[in-house]
């Protein structure tokens, strides 16, 4: 039987009415759909419920599941002391996903639990589930920094390991945009209501190819917190027909709430959309490449040539004659599926020519960039570069003397420093520019720092 339902809810604590003490009335559509989702998987008896939830153990490149054998949760914190409940896990399913990723070399396990208490995005679904069925045991589950794909091919896997004898349904906990309402907590930005609008129409029609499609600097402005518990749901029911309802849409408190649900219909080989997002995004960067510019082919056949021969590239005969004549600092930067992958340069030149500088960095920031795994052989087809060729940086007094589309920034204080190079996606404003800088750099706010601008010519494919 495996995968016989899977089910998108939010998880306010105040729709529960212990801690809504009212309020909650006022998402209303949103309680009705999620007792009519409970009493849908009362009717299919499940033996095992996943539930993926924002709110447990969150790892930037690592998936984690809950080990033990049972757990338990409660609603202290939001004031509902009288709320409490235990769950089995179902330690066998649990072995058989940790194995299957040591296998396919998945970064996903139970390894580095520090909490081991129900979060409040596990207990809002257990608390209307369990009014109508409790005879299951259960896997908790966590999305991760890592990219959109990978969460969809880690529900793949999820899939191909679930027993036939073992009937499983799905429950992806988590809320859309925190940004709809500028009376909400958290204020309104204009990307709240749009990245809400294209995904509530994704999930109604399961065009599950749009989970995998966001661009990652919009989906940050929204402020969500779904998505990966969303993207992991649609990679257990990959390749699959299923019949999709939006059950409810709301956000009157400023957050959006969705409550959607899939049944299984039958094999469709068409909805594996991880291989059609992989052979569309193949297909544009062969494109790109066709029109690539001596700059950026030299940053790709750098790092391509060091993972296959693990040895740097000599400096080609052929080359125009900035590369081989000219000294300047270089910023090498590797992007796969729209995510950084890789970035390092140089702020002054270190190597007797441009094409060095270009040779050395692109090579570093595929495998020596501390925030992420080296580069395999496999992933040089995906992967598309940048190269920034710096101009000497000037110190600077004020923001007033900064521009996030012309200059890029470095700050400094005593030993620490930290650069941001300009025009980058997402960063639309001075602050947001210098305080990433800062961030990077680890000053903290109110310590006093200096700052320098500088520009670029920049190379992408």
Not at 1 to 25: C, D, N, Q, W
Not at 124 to 133: G, S
Not at 251 to 258: A, C, D, H, K
């Amino acid at each position: 039987m495996s995968i016989i339902a899977t089910f998108i809810v939010p998880h306010p604590p105040l729709i529960i009415p212990e801690v809504g003490k009212g309020e909650e009335r006022r998402i209303q559509d949103t309680i009705d759909a999620y007792k009519s989702i409970a009493k849908e998987i009362a009717i299919l008896k499940p033996d095992t419920i996943i539930i993926s939830s924002p709110h447990s153990q969150l790892y930037r490149d690592y998936f984690h599941m809950s080990p033990g054998s049972s757990a338990i949760g409660n609603l202290n914190q939001f004031g509902a002391i009288d709320i409490k409940v235990k769950v089995e896990y179902d330690g066998s399913l649990i072995s058989l996903i940790s194995e299957e990723c040591i296998s396919k070399d998945i970064p996903a396990g139970t390894e580095g639990e520090r909490d081991s208490s129900l979060d409040h995005g596990v207990m809002v679904p257990l608390y209307f589930i369990n009014k109508y069925y409790s005879d299951f045991k259960m896997i908790r589950v966590s999305p991760s920094g890592l990219s959109p794909l990978q969460h969809y091919e880690f529900g793949k896997l999820i899939q191909s390991v679930i027993p036939k004898d073992k009937s499983v349904v799905w429950i992806a906990s988590g809320d859309l945009s925190h940004k709809l309402n500028k009376d909400g907590p958290y204020g309104l930005v204009k990307e709240g209501p749009i990245f809400d609008k294209e995904l509530v129409e994704a999930i109604s029609k399961g065009n599950f190819l749009k989970l995998l499609s966001f661009d990652p600097h919009f989906v940050r402005k929204a402020a969500e917190c779904g998505l990966g518990s969303f993207t992991m749901m649609a990679g257990v029911i990959d390749g699959y027909d299923v019949k999709s309802e939006l059950l409810s849409y709301e956000g009157p408190f400023g957050v959006g709430y969705v409550v959607a649900k899939y049944n299984i219909l039958g094999k469709d080989d068409s909805r594996m959309f991880d291989k059609i997002y992989i052979t569309s995004n193949e297909e544009e960067i062969k494109l790109s490449r066709l029109k690539e510019d001596p700059y950026v082919k030299l940053a790709r056949e750098s790092l391509e040539y060091y993972i296959k021969h693990h040895k740097f590239l000599k400096t080609p005969d052929i080359l125009i004659s900035d590369l081989v004549n000219e000294q300047a600092g270089v910023f090498v930067s590797i992007h796969k599926n729209g995510n950084l992958r890789g970035c390092v340069g140089t702020i002054n030149p270190i190597t007797n020519c441009i094409a060095s500088e270009i040779i050395q960095n692109a090579v570093s920031a595929g495998i020596n960039d501390p925030r992420f795994s080296k580069v395999k052989k496999n992933e040089l087809t995906h992967l598309q570069y940048k190269v920034d060729i710096l101009f000497p940086p000037e110190p600077i007094e004020s923001f007033s003397e900064l521009d996030v589309k012309r200059y890029g920034v470095i700050v400094s204080s005593g030993y620490k420093s930290g650069l941001l190079l300009p025009n980058l996606e997402g960063v639309d404003t001075i602050e947001e520019q210098v305080n990433i800088a800062k961030q990077k750099a680890g000053i903290l706010n109110g310590e006093a720092f200096k700052m320098k601008r500088f520009e670029v010519i920049r190379h992408s494919n």
